[in-house]
């Protein structure tokens, strides 16, 4: 007999099968909108921007050991609330976030799809609206997509036919990794380094092979390399932000920062403005360290930075599409100048990698394994990190949703295994953002982190003033 729906791919099913008690896998965010909105108006505006897309309207339905997406007739008001925030001491934006924190550990309802969003029609002198959405639903590129189908002036998906769902693994294998090597994933690594793409493309076509064999040796030893590195990763340092977490989550972040002045600093250091960014929060994480008593000369922790594998123009056919690079960040390197040199350096020995399409495959593997095999699998690359971060760039001008102005944004994607601290980096509206999410257990007071950034910031901003540039 055959089964209602579309097979869920491999990819987006060990995303869903990786919840677990202390994290679950939901991509978080939180907007801010002056003046308020309206409850009615954005149910409207979620019915006709937000259902169009498939996903929005299946649910998920796990059967025989097959995943699938099944068609489900969707009450908006099931998936739109309306929050209600109580008094907090410290103000309206500690009211938020001790919320979002609750919601982080709050499961979406599997007989729905799942996705949920929660508005606070009074916040501030405007409105709030947290967005949770399963990771096996999309990215965080492919959720940028659907954000922008969200604002004035937006458009609902176009409409497409759907794709018949390949008949077996061994189809899947084809469709989901050669196919993305031979296309997606090539156009990803160009943008890093064209010698890596030009080499896979060349290990992908046998016929220019013979042309090429410096190529295909310098691939086979970078797919080995790279293999090795993840697999052989050392531990990171023990830190009291890495243990065993709990089942409780707290959240925070910053006032915004002028994206001008960041990038200004990176223009005087030859530096990108994401090497900037990185070396502030490595700053600010060391100075929490230090704060709680911590020796932290020469501690390292590893980051897993989500690097997108998809073509922009396709975001809007979500599910996930991305890899994983390992950024060890040195915490311990007190002087702004050499922190952000030596995160230069590290990043750009990334640039080329094909670990991300190594994780990548990883993921896709693990998805056709039972989960006892998967979470195997899984716990090499989680017991070896401390964090998940990601770092966006957003629209450089502020929008409108409903009429209203979209004055912030922040959002964070899912830790997962015990990985108790999630880092997020946002730039909006010339301003840039640093946000903390904590396991209450490993972290928690994640403000505390929070207030060492913008200090961090001003003390490399200072330096980088006071250095002698020459005539």
């Not at 064999?213 to 830190?239: K, W």
């Not at 960041?262 to 900037?276: F, Q």
């Not at 670990?355 to 593997?365: D, G, R």
């Not at 982190?449 to 200090?455: L, M, R």
Request: charged residues 20%; hydrophobic residues 45%.
């Amino acid at each position: 007999m055959k089964l209602a729906g579309e097979s869920m791919s491999k990819v987006d099913t060990a995303w869903l099968r990786m919840d677990s008690a202390s994290n679950l896998m939901m991509i978080l965010g939180v907007w801010t909108l002056r003046p308020a909105v309206r409850y009615e108006a954005l149910c409207r505006r979620m019915e006709e921007r937000l259902l169009p897309y498939p996903r929005f309207r299946q649910r998920v339905v796990e059967e025989g050991g097959a995943t699938r997406w099944v068609d489900h007739e969707v009450d908006i008001r099931e998936h739109v609330l309306r929050e209600k925030l109580p008094r907090h001491k410290d103000g309206p934006q500690a009211a938020l976030q001790k919320r979002i924190g609750e919601l982080a550990m709050t499961p979406l309802d599997r007989g729905r799809p799942l996705w949920q969003m929660h508005l606070v029609e009074s916040h501030d002198g405007g409105s709030a609206l947290i967005i949770r959405i399963h990771h096996c639903i999309a990215d965080g590129i492919a959720l940028i997509s659907v954000t922008m189908s969200l604002v004035d002036g937006g458009a609902p998906p176009p409409a497409r036919a759907r794709k018949p769902a390949p008949a077996d693994a061994e189809a899947w294998l084809a469709d989901h990794l050669v196919k993305p090597l031979a296309a997606v994933a090539i156009k990803a690594l160009a943008s890093a380094g064209d010698g890596a793409a030009r080499s896979l493309a060349l290990l992908l076509d046998p016929q220019k092979g013979l042309h090429g064999s410096m190529d295909l040796a310098h691939t086979a030893y970078q797919l080995v390399s790279d293999a090795a590195a993840l697999l052989l990763m050392p531990d990171d340092s023990p830190t009291r932000l890495k243990g065993k977490p709990g089942k409780a989550k707290r959240v925070a972040w910053c006032p915004p920062l002028p994206l001008d002045e960041v990038r200004a600093i990176g223009k005087a250091l030859n530096c990108s403005i994401n090497d900037v960014l990185l070396s502030c929060v490595a700053g600010a994480i060391g100075q929490y360290l230090r704060a709680q008593g911590d020796e932290v000369e020469g501690v390292e922790i590893r980051a897993m930075i989500p690097v997108n594998l998809r073509p922009l123009e396709s975001a809007h056919q979500l599910g996930n599409q991305f890899g994983l690079v390992p950024l060890v960040l040195p915490v311990g390197v007190a002087n702004p100048i050499e922190r952000v040199y030596e995160v230069r350096r590290r990043m750009n020995a990334l640039k080329g990698s094909t670990q991300p399409l190594l994780a990548f495959a990883v993921l896709a593997l693990a998805g056709l394994l039972v989960k006892p095999a998967q979470d195997a699998i899984m716990d090499t690359f989680r017991s070896k990190t401390t964090a998940v971060m990601t770092n966006v760039p957003g629209p450089r001008e502020k929008l409108k949703v409903l009429g209203s102005t979209l004055e912030q944004v922040m959002f964070w994607v899912p830790q997962s295994g015990d990985i108790g601290l999630g880092v997020s980096i946002l730039s909006y509206g010339g301003s840039v953002q640093f946000g903390v999410m904590g396991d209450t257990v490993l972290c928690p007071s994640p403000q505390a982190i929070i207030d060492q950034f913008e200090p961090e910031f001003a003390k490399l901003s200072l330096v980088t003033l006071m250095l002698p540039w020459g005539d």
